[in-house]
């Protein structure tokens, strides 16, 4: 299938064109000095009656004078409703995961949201946790949309606050994600050309891996009606010619390796395709799982540098 024909079918299965933009109307909420960024806690609107809480991390020395590059990170999901932002923000979680804190302490403007049924976005629902997760999936499915829609549209108008925050090089922005936030990653940059640098860390789980394994794996990942068109190394394709870069472990249960080396061939025709060869790199780490390892991380601060910075 043309890439214009799949690009029109995944949006139709995902839900149809997303709404204008609303005001954001951001409102700060308090602000802490952490080790080299201040943290600004802030809610804005992402559709009318639906704000969502986030973490801005803003590196000292950085001013509306002294303009820096900036990244979201798309927190996991590794079934912990009760984290979002607060683990890539260094606020709680695995240390390993601490990769906003990171990102900030080298310069970059760093903006870690909720997603949605995540930490302060579970809050106030009288359903929790994965039920909470399943009803808020249904709830878009029985709507003409899927979940994967809404964080799109969430991830979007995370990229309309950092732009609108007079401190940021609005041509210079970039994502990250492990897990369910590389997921996000690849979900997010077909329709977010102002992401000039995308990031995934261990997570492209083929639907082909997926039935033969019989996975559940986290919601995002399932948009209706897709297969008969593509799988999702199609998804990831339409990043092209923008520099992306993934991260995989051999070992990695959620995404059979095999079908990864299948996926990444995927991806790399498409940017043959657009003379971009050079904008598209994967690394398989032997032995890794799930993780983010230090050679992962060094390869992801890397491609921002040269790519951002």
Not at 203 to 222: Q, R, S, V
Request: glycine share 10%; net charge negative.
């Amino acid at each position: 299938m043309a890439t214009a024909d799949f690009r029109e079918r995944l949006l139709e299965g995902l839900g149809g064109v997303w709404p204008e933009p609303c005001e954001l109307e951001p409102v700060l909420r308090e602000t802490s000095q952490q080790d080299g960024f201040r943290i600004e806690s802030l809610t804005y609107t992402v559709e009318p009656g639906d704000r969502v809480p986030a973490l801005l991390l803003m590196p000292d020395g950085v001013s509306a004078q002294q303009q820096a590059p900036a990244i979201c990170v798309w927190h996991q999901h590794a079934g912990q409703w009760h984290l979002g932002k607060s683990e890539p923000a260094g606020l709680a979680g695995n240390p390993m995961h601490h990769t906003g804190a990171a990102l900030a302490r080298e310069g970059y403007v760093v903006l870690c949201p909720d997603a949605l049924g995540f930490e302060e976005r579970e809050q106030g629902n009288r359903l929790k946790g994965g039920e909470l997760e399943r009803y808020l999936f249904l709830k878009y499915i029985v709507n003409g949309k899927c979940m994967a829609w809404k964080n799109i549209l969430d991830m979007r108008r995370a990229v309309d606050y950092l732009v609108s925050r007079p401190e940021v090089k609005s041509d210079h922005i970039g994502c990250y994600g492990h897990s369910m936030g590389s997921t996000h990653t690849w979900l997010v940059g077909p329709w977010e050309p102002r992401l000039k640098a995308l990031v995934g860390n261990c997570c492209l789980p083929t639907y082909t891996g997926i039935h033969a394994k019989e996975f559940l794996h986290c919601f995002p990942n399932f948009i209706p009606g897709i297969n008969q068109y593509g799988d999702t190394p199609d998804i990831a394709a339409l990043i092209a010619p923008r520099p992306l870069h993934l991260n995989f472990g051999e070992h990695d249960g959620g995404s059979p390796i095999d079908e990864v080396r299948k996926g990444v061939q995927v991806i790399q025709r498409a940017y043959e395709s657009m003379h971009a060869e050079q904008n598209f790199s994967f690394y398989i780490e032997e032995g890794s799982g799930h993780v983010l390892s230090d050679e992962m991380w060094r390869r992801t601060r890397e491609f921002f540098a040269k790519h951002l910075a």
